[in-house]
Each structure stands twice: as structure tokens, then as C-alpha cells.
């Protein structure tokens, strides 16, 4: 592979200084060098290639010795014609190290289900009438697909562990192939969003003649059969539950927040300009959501070919090549996992260890900066909330929320937007 083709974070710092431009700050990743994360998944314009990039990264841990989960979310029968075996909806080994599975919600609902059953038999809230209801009978609607993929995904994570003591799952690495973009990207802000409705809900049932009366039987039916920390809710206040939900969720955005967790990658063909401005947008989303790009692929016959003007759009990420597999057979993995470049593996174990802070703070000049790539001026709206204490930032389909620390509060003073960055000054 030509050396063009990866840009690390140090060169980075020297292209700016010689164009002139501010220097750019890059801090280490908290995770160890070349340590592979715990969830790997792959963003990108549909047909951009995002299951052949999950099979071919599976396939590559699977390689290293480390026992690997390669997760389906979709009826598409791509993944299992690259992997050359059937993806069932139950853990399935598909060759050494590599086991698969295919997510599919009208079966997962029946597990949750079969819980709030079982509490409602002990506690009798219903008085029998979740005990009639038919798992089967009962479709998917909108917005079930990304709980269940949560719930899948503690089981195989455990995500919600409390600390280094609590019993490590069963996989080194789960790569995720999810339905598409938009969904890995709502669930990954999923936490965030969610504590601002758990916070309106909780005044509801605290400071309502109605959620006085009837929210600490829901609220104990509902955590007992989910259970997350496996406790129970009895001789428990329901005040110590709330808390431990507002923990819960905490635990899980620091989650998806870390690198070391959860690597994003960017995945295009970089001889389509609509895949590579895709996976420009997408870097942007992804930073609103919450979490961080740790990397970008392009496909390439021919590594050598692959034009450096793409890779200097995704400065300052890590950009390497991946090589073209047909999907209309089962894929040579021998050969493919031969072909990938030193740069390649480097980077699906997370060897640059080096991450590019999406908001500093100048406490001096009073200015906060926010790396915002894929956006321009006109889609980015700012507001202001908590007596100046934080700005919410809307661009696409994504709101961010920034806290500012103590010493920088106040009214904002203005706001410009240059090199892909949002520039706010407070007063």
C-alpha cells in the first residue's frame, strides 16, 4: 500500500503548520495501543458497502485469535453469501474463532415479554391481562428494532457493568452490521436523548395526582423484568430507582463515547463523489450523536490508484484501503486477508490511538470550539438554555448538547463558522 494512503495525527499538525492554518490539538486515546475495541461498526451511504466491510473486519479478528461476534441486522442474504454459512437468529459458529448471528425483532419481543409476564404473575398489576397477550401475534413498530438491538447487544457487551470486577462477555470483539446509518447513529444518541425525557417523565409521575398513584407499580414492573443490573426492585424506594436508571444511562453514553468501546468507521468508494460527501456527513453526525470516527475506508482494486485528494477531505482521521470482494459468491478469505495492507490492520485494532477533540474550551478568551465536519454554516443552529450554563447545537437531523464549565457561563457573545469549525464566544 502506497503511503500516501494513511494519514496519521502527527502529520496532520505539520500539513497545518505549513498551510498556515491554526494547529489542530490531538489527544491520545484512553484505550491501549493496538488494543481492538469492543464494538466495531461501519457508516456509509446504502451501497456503499458497510456489510462486506463488517464481514471482512470479522473475518480479520476472527484471524487474530480473538473470538469474535459478527451480528446481522437485516434480511439481506449479503452477509451470509461473503461468509459462505446460514446467519440464524441464535449464536451460530461459523468458523474458528468467528461465531454469527441475525437480529430479528418480532423474535426478540418475545423475550421481554415473557419477563414483564413473569413479574406481573408475582406482583398481579394487570390482573391477568399481559398473561393473555400472544407473543407471536404481535407485529414491530417503529423504533423496535433499536431497543431490541440495545438489549442484544448488553448481552453480549454488558455495557451496563458496574466496573472491572463484573464478569466479562463472551466475545472480544461484536462487529455490527446495522439495517442502515441513521439507525446505529440514533441508537448510539439514544442515552443522551433519552435522559431529557427521563427527566420530564419522572416530574410527571412525582408531581401528578396520576404519577404519584400509578408510577411506582410501573416503574417497579418495568425494571424488574429488565433487570439491567440483575437486582431486584423490592424493599426499594422508587426515588433509589430512578437514580439507578439516571446512572444507567450515564454508564452507557460514557460507553459509546469511548473509542477503546465502540469504533465508528467511515466506509465509501472514493471514485463516487455521492459516497465520499455521504461519509463526510456522516463524520459530522456521528460527533453530534455523541461518539467518535476512529477511522475511514475506501474500496480500491489497486491501492496504489486511490486518489489523495479523498483522503485530505478526511484529515485529520487515519484513511486506508480496503479490496474489492464479490458478493455474488462466497468470498476467498485466505486471499482477501492477505491482501490487507499493514495500514488496514493498524487501524481496525486501533493503533493510532489518537483522537481529535470535537469541543476545547478557552477558559481565557471565553470561546468554546466545535469540530463540526460535513456541515456548512447554513444547516448549524444554536440556542441557549440553564441560564447560559449550555449550548445546544442542531445540525442535521442531530442536537448536541454542550455543558459549559463554571468559569465560561454567560450569554453567548457570537458565533462564526470557519475550516469545518463553529467558533462561539461568550460574554
Known amino acids: ?7 496519521s495525527a502527527s502529520q496532520i499538525l505539520a500539513v497545518d503548520g505549513r498551510g498556515g492554518r491554526r494547529r489542530r490539538l490531538v489527544i491520545a ?14 457508516l456509509g451511504k446504502g451501497g456503499s458497502g458497510k456489510t462486506t466491510a463488517a464481514a471482512l473486519a470479522a473475518q480479520y479478528y476472527a484471524s487474530e485469535g480473538l473470538k469474535t461476534c459478527l451480528i446481522i441486522q437485516s434480511q439481506d442474504p449479503t452477509a451470509e453469501q461473503l461468509m459462505g454459512c446460514k446467519i440464524g437468529n441464535s449464536l451460530t459458529e461459523c468458523t474458528a474463532n468467528l461465531s454469527t448471528i441475525k437480529l430479528e425483532t418480532s423474535k426478540m419481543l418475545l423475550e421481554p415479554l415473557d419477563r414483564l409476564k413473569k413479574v406481573d ?19 414491530v ?37 446495522c439495517n442502515n446509518t441513521e439507525e446505529i447513529l440514533r441508537l448510539i444518541g439514544a442515552t443522551e436523548r433519552a435522559r431529557s ?58 460507553w459509546f463515547a469511548d473509542p477503546s468501546k465502540l469504533a465508528c468507521f467511515l466506509i465509501m468508494d472514493p471514485r463516487g463523489s455521492i459516497s465520499v460527501s455521504s461519509a463526510l456527513r456522516y463524520w459530522g453526525c456521528t460527533i453530534q450523536a455523541g461518539a467518535q470516527i476512529c477511522g475511514a475506508f475506501g474500496y480500491a ?38 491482501s490487507l495492507s ?30 463540526m465536519p460535513g456541515f ?3 444547516e448549524i443552529k444554536l440556542y441557549q438554555y440553564r441560564g447560559g450554563s449550555e449550548l445546544l447545537i442542531e445540525a442535521g437531523d442531530q442536537r448536541r448538547v454542550i455543558k459549559l464549565p463554571p468559569a465560561m457561563q454567560g450569554k453567548v457573545g457570537g458565533a462564526k463558522f470557519i475550516d469545518r469549525n463553529l467558533l462561539v464566544s461568550i460574554r
Not at 486515546?29 to 461498526?41: D, Q, R, Y
Not at 398481579?124 to 399481559?130: A, E, H, I, S
Request: charged residues 20%; hydrophobic residues 40%; proline residues 5%.
Open 342 to 371: 499493514q495500514d488496514t490492520k493498524d487501524l481496525l485494532r486501533n493503533k493510532s490511538n489518537q483522537i481529535y477533540p470535537s469541543v476545547s474550551f478557552d477558559t481565557v478568551q471565553k470561546s468554546v470550539t466545535l469540530f
Open 29 to 42: 486515546n484512553s484505550g491501549g495501543a493496538g488494543t481492538p475495541p469492543k464494538l466495531v461498526t461501519f
Open 121 to 139: 404473575a408475582q406482583s398481579n398489576l394487570t390482573q391477568g391481562v399481559l398473561e393473555g397477550i400472544v407473543g407471536e401475534e404481535l407485529g
Open 301 to 338: 482494486e489497486d491501492p496504489s490508484l486511490m486518489h489523495q485528494e479523498v483522503a485530505e477531505k478526511f484529515l485529520p482521521l487515519s484513511f486506508s484501503a480496503l479490496p474489492f470482494l464479490p458478493t455474488d459468491s462466497s468470498a476467498d478469505w485466505g486471499k482477501a486477508l492477505n
Open 376 to 378: 456548512d454554516k447554513s
Open 197 to 254: 425525557y427521563l427527566r420530564y417523565v419522572r416530574e410527571l409521575a412525582e408531581k401528578t395526582d396520576v404519577g404519584r398513584l400509578a408510577s411506582p407499580s410501573l416503574l417497579k414492573l418495568i425494571y424488574d423484568a429488565a433487570r439491567p443490573n440483575g437486582r431486584s426492585s423490592e424493599v426499594r424506594m422508587s426515588a433509589e430507582i430512578w437514580k439507578e436508571i439516571e446512572q444507567l444511562l450515564d454508564r452507557v453514553s460514557l
Open 1 to 7: 500500500m502506497a503511503p500516501s494512503l494513511l494519514v
Open 141 to 177: 413498530l417503529p423504533g423496535m428494532d433499536s431497543i431490541c438491538s440495545v438489549l442484544s447487544l448488553q448481552k453480549l457487551l454488558n455495557f451496563f457493568s458496574t466496573g472491572r470486577s463484573s464478569s466479562q462477555g463472551e466475545f472480544d470483539v461484536v462487529v455490527y452490521d
